[in-house]
Structures are given as structure tokens and as C-alpha cells.
């Protein structure tokens, strides 16, 4: 197998970077707003975006959560081994916020079918948009995109990508793994 | 580990503790859950469960509902008494029946220990036992052992007398196996009549002082005095037996320690234990019954994650 870096180190804090700005530009000060991250992975993310939002506007109060979709995934028994649950931590209300919802990589769009359900379980937002770190491109298998994108990029779906995060793996990294012919 | 060692839950005795750890870390989830604003997951909408109650219950029957119903799964609720078991069908026969009607799940209590044993061994569908004569009552093992972790942190090296009917009683049995298999000391209480003779082989020991088992115990596990299955006197009277092993204020208060005391229900208030005990602050009665759906909901979950998908 090999790997092609998609974002170095440099660049991937440049995109995150750029990313909080596109989110202050449409949300100000975050008064109405709340972000919350997919788990298990959008969760770094999520961690990353509010530490970069509080250096940039200073010590603003950003409501920040997790959200766990296993209970609410379209392919419960469809897979070899069932997927553990994680913690869902969202100890504000929704109800009438806008909604910034976090992944790190945006590919078939079913992540995103079941975060909006299971999001729903804690009430109506005024506004739900979708932040992700990495698009794949041209691999939806809903009509769902999202409005806030790191980096696009075209890959075959034997293709893999993975995120690397400075305090999991010692890098900040996000590689594009193809299986050898 | 993420699935468990079991196809059906039959009994405690044939699961295992890395299945308890597993059981009561989804169970986790699920208690998140049940607390939301909506208390629905999508997890079983393509299920089919079939509740087949052959003995009484109100406390298992409507938990187990709860968490099916709170698991978007699609329930049949059959009770013995208004069905053709009284007309003579045998269990195979009934439950093959409900069967052939693409149920994918049975939840079943039956008066007969061993009932759900034989039951997997002979029909073709996931089990879980409700309760089974005197035999086990895992789901309510395990709902306790979970209420003793969330309120003492573990139930390692913990204490707990269980008083009463011994011998009657699934409740203590499968409490029993649960309970050592997580590592704490298990002690049984009662008059002698109502103790099995060889119980000490389970690995617990036998306290005939209810006042001496509270004062060595974290937990007392107050068990009903089941006057469904005395047939024969065991005891002289309700009076006698509330004096010697029911559980007052005054004796409470007489111990030097703080405990915790629990009750799987129906309670026989003024006889196993009193009124001013039960709604006090010891008691976790409620709490092991809010945990006893979340539990469910768990058991019923990873067992249909086993299910494969036609």
C-alpha cells in the first residue's frame, strides 16, 4: 500500500485556520451557534476548531459537543463487527441555535444522514451546516454536501483517507492511502 | 470486544464477566438516552420481538416493553392466561407458532426452571429469559449489579447481604453468579427453612442474624417473601418472619454504617421490609428500576446485533 500526503503539518493548520475564519464570518460571535463533532473522529477536530476560534476572537464562550451516532447508523447488522458506542456530551440546548456540525473526512454522506437524526433526539435547530476537514469527491450516496470544506479531493473508493492528529499519532497529518495493482 | 459470547441471554451462569462489562458499558449509552428530550434510537426498527409472559409480572413485562418500544423494534405481547395454552398447546408449539410469523426475538418468563434453556435448544430465534420458576432472572442481576456500580463505583470487593427467600427466589440465584463473577462477597440471609442446604458450594456464606449480616454489608438486597410458591410452611408466621428478618427504620439506624439497601420488587411492605426503609435515603428501588430499561435496551441490543440479516 502506498500513501500520498494530502495535507502536511503546515498545511493542515493553515486549513483549519481558515476554516474558523469562514465559520466567524458567518457566525460572528458564536452567541447563537453551538459546534458539535461526530464521533469518534470528528471530535479532534472539533477540539482543534474551538481552540482556534478562542485564540483568534479571545476568550468567547463556544458551545462545544460530542454526538454519538451509532444508535442511529443505517448499517446495524450490515457489518462484521458491530461498532462500539461512544460518549455523547452536549450539555447545552439546540433548540432555535445554529448548528455547526464537525467530521473529519466527508465521503458517502451517511455519517451525516444519522448525525442529523440522532441530533434531532435533543431538539429543533433553527439551522443545521456540516463543517469537514477533507470531501471526497463524487462518492455520495445522499443528497447531502457540506458547507464548510478543508480540502477537496478526488479518490477511487478503494482508496483510503486518513486524518492524523498531533496528540494521537505525534503529526498533524492527512494521507491518501491506494492499494498497490 | 464488542459482541457478545452468547447468541441468547439464558442465564448468568452462561455468560461471561467481559459480557457483564460489555452489557453494562452500552447499558451507559443508553441510560444517556432514555434521558434525552426524544428517548427513541432508530437500532431495532427492522425487528421483531415477542414477549411471551406464561407467568405473572408487571415490573420485567412493562421495562422490557419500555426498552423495545424505546428501540423502535415492533412487539407482540402474549400472556398465558388469555391464550391457547389453556387450552392444552404445548411451549414449542406456541412459540413456533408466534414463530412462523417472523418474529426475530423472544423475551420469555416462564414458571418452569429451565424453561428458556429449552426452549434455544429447540427453536430458531434469539432468547431472553425473563425469569424461569426458581432457576434466573439475569436481566434483574444484572439491572442490580449496575445500580451497586453507579452508586458505589464498583461492585469489586464489595458486600452484599441478600435476605429472605432464598430458595425460592431466581433473583438471588442469578444475583449469586453475577455477583462473584464481578468480585464482590455475597452473603445470604434468612431463616434456615428458606436457605438452601448446600448454598456455601456457590461460594457464599450464611448469616442467620439479619442485625450481624447488616453490620458486615454495603448492600442488603431485600428479596419478596413469595407466597406463590409456599406450598408448604416454611415459616410460622408473616408476623415472626417480619420480626426476625424484615428490615425496619430502627434497625437500620442501629448499624454504624451507611449501606445501601435494594429491593427487586413487588415490595410487601410491613414484611420483608418497612415503609419508612423503603422510602428513605437508602433505598435505590428507584434507581434499579430506572436502570433496569437501560439495561434491557442494551441486552436487547447487542443480541440483535448478532442477528444476521436475511
Not at chain 1, 477540539?47 to 476572537?57: P, Q, T
Not at chain 1, 456540525?101 to 451517511?110: I, N
Not at chain 1, 477511487?156 to 486524518?163: C, D, K, M, Y
Request: glycine share 6%; proline share 4%; with cysteine.
Amino acid at each position: 500500500m502506498t500513501s500520498n500526503i494530502i495535507l502536511d503539518p503546515i498545511q493542515f493548520h493553515l486549513t483549519v485556520s481558515r476554516l474558523c475564519y469562514e465559520l466567524i464570518e458567518n457566525h460572528d460571535d458564536f452567541s447563537e451557534s453551538v459546534i458539535i463533532g461526530l464521533q469518534p473522529r470528528g471530535i479532534y477536530l472539533v477540539k482543534r476548531i474551538k481552540s482556534e476560534l478562542n485564540r483568534i476572537l479571545g476568550e468567547v464562550d463556544i458551545p462545544v459537543g460530542t454526538l454519538d451516532i451509532t444508535f442511529y447508523r443505517d448499517d446495524f447488522r450490515r457489518r462484521d463487527i458491530p461498532i462500539a458506542a461512544n460518549k455523547t456530551e452536549i450539555d447545552f440546548i439546540i433548540e432555535d441555535k445554529n448548528v455547526i456540525l464537525v467530521d473529519d473526512v466527508f465521503y458517502t454522506g451517511r455519517s451525516l444522514r444519522a448525525g442529523l437524526d440522532a441530533m434531532l433526539a435533543f431538539g429543533r435547530p433553527k439551522q443545521v451546516e456540516m463543517l469537514t476537514l477533507i470531501e471526497r469527491k463524487y462518492s455520495r450516496h445522499f443528497p447531502l454536501q457540506p458547507d464548510y470544506i478543508g480540502r477537496s479531493v478526488d479518490s477511487l473508493s478503494s482508496q483510503r483517507v486518513e486524518v492524523e492528529w498531533k496528540e494521537l499519532n505525534g503529526k498533524d497529518l492527512v494521507k491518501l492511502y491506494t492499494i498497490d495493482a | 470486544m464488542s459482541e457478545l459470547s452468547v447468541d441468547h441471554l439464558l442465564g448468568i451462569k452462561q455468560i461471561t464477566k467481559e459480557d457483564i462489562e460489555l452489557i453494562f458499558k452500552t447499558t451507559d449509552h443508553f441510560k444517556d438516552v432514555i434521558n434525552r428530550p426524544i428517548k427513541k434510537v432508530p437500532s431495532l426498527r427492522d425487528i421483531t420481538i415477542a414477549n411471551l409472559f406464561f407467568e405473572n409480572s408487571t415490573r420485567t413485562r412493562i421495562s422490557f416493553e419500555l426498552a423495545e418500544k424505546r428501540l423502535s423494534a415492533d412487539i407482540i405481547n402474549f400472556s398465558a392466561s388469555s391464550s391457547s395454552v389453556k387450552k392444552g398447546e404445548t411451549l414449542i408449539d406456541t412459540v413456533n407458532n408466534i414463530l412462523s410469523m417472523k418474529v426475530d426475538m423472544i423475551v420469555m418468563r416462564h414458571p418452569e426452571p429451565g424453561a428458556a434453556v429449552f426452549l434455544s435448544k429447540h427453536i430458531n430465534s434469539r432468547i431472553i429469559n425473563a425469569g424461569d420458576g426458581t432457576h434466573e432472572h439475569p436481566t434483574q442481576a444484572l439491572l442490580d449489579s449496575y445500580s451497586i456500580r453507579e452508586k458505589l463505583g464498583d461492585v469489586k470487593g464489595k458486600k452484599v447481604l441478600i435476605v429472605g427467600d432464598i430458595i425460592h427466589s431466581r433473583v438471588a440465584l442469578s444475583n449469586i453468579y453475577a455477583l462473584n463473577m464481578q468480585g464482590a462477597k455475597v452473603c445470604v440471609c434468612g431463616p434456615p427453612t428458606l436457605i438452601p442446604k448446600h448454598i456455601k458450594e456457590l461460594g457464599v456464606e450464611v448469616e442467620y442474624d439479619l442485625k450481624k449480616g447488616l453490620e458486615w454489608c454495603d448492600v442488603a438486597m431485600m428479596l419478596r417473601i413469595q407466597m406463590e410458591r409456599q406450598n408448604e410452611r416454611l415459616f410460622p408466621s408473616l408476623r415472626e418472619y417480619a420480626m426476625l428478618y424484615g428490615l425496619n427504620k430502627e434497625l437500620l439506624d442501629s448499624i454504624k454504617k451507611e449501606i445501601i439497601v435494594m429491593h427487586p420488587g413487588p415490595i410487601n411492605r410491613g414484611v420483608e421490609i418497612t415503609s419508612d426503609v423503603v422510602d428513605s435515603k437508602h433505598a435505590i428501588i428507584l434507581d434499579q428500576v430506572e436502570n433496569g430499561v437501560a439495561i434491557r435496551m442494551a441486552i436487547l441490543y447487542l443480541l440483535a446485533s448478532k442477528i444476521e440479516r436475511a
